[in-house]
């Protein structure tokens, strides 16, 4: 099994910026993709960046100029920074490990706010 870790988060104004990070122990050989997901009030959970193994990113055309996605699979770390936030951000913010047999962990989320 792994566990996800979560750190930063918080209350960001528009414009501003705020940094995630994520640290993955326990089976980490058997990840092959981290990323982000984040869930507002009222909607479903939805992507925002993944990062594969070999170096492969994918993100949600919402964020895509804005956040940037960094994984490291010798440390198990991943980290998002957001950029030029805004109030539609406003989310928990989970973070979301996919093993190679496509079974995901998920951390207990951090909450960003979005708002000035």
């Known amino acids: 099994q792994v566990q996800l870790v979560e750190s930063g988060g918080g209350l960001g104004q528009p414009g501003g910026s705020l940094r995630l990070s994520c640290a993955a122990s326990?089976?980490?050989?058997?990840?092959?993709?981290m990323g982000w997901y984040r869930q507002a009030p009222g909607n479903q959970r939805e992507l925002v960046a993944t990062?594969?193994?070999?170096?492969?990113?994918d993100y949600a055309d919402s964020v895509k100029g804005r956040f940037t996605i960094s994984g490291d699979y010798v440390k198990n770390t991943v980290s998002l920074q957001m950029n030029s936030l805004k109030p539609d951000d406003t989310a928990v913010y989970y973070c979301?490990?996919?093993?190679?047999?496509?079974?995901?962990?998920w951390g207990k989320g951090t909450l960003v706010t979005v708002s000035s």
């Open positions: 979301n490990a996919r093993s190679y047999s496509r079974t995901d962990s």
């Open positions: 326990g089976s980490t050989f058997s990840i092959n993709l």
């Open positions: 990062i594969t193994r070999r170096g492969n990113i």
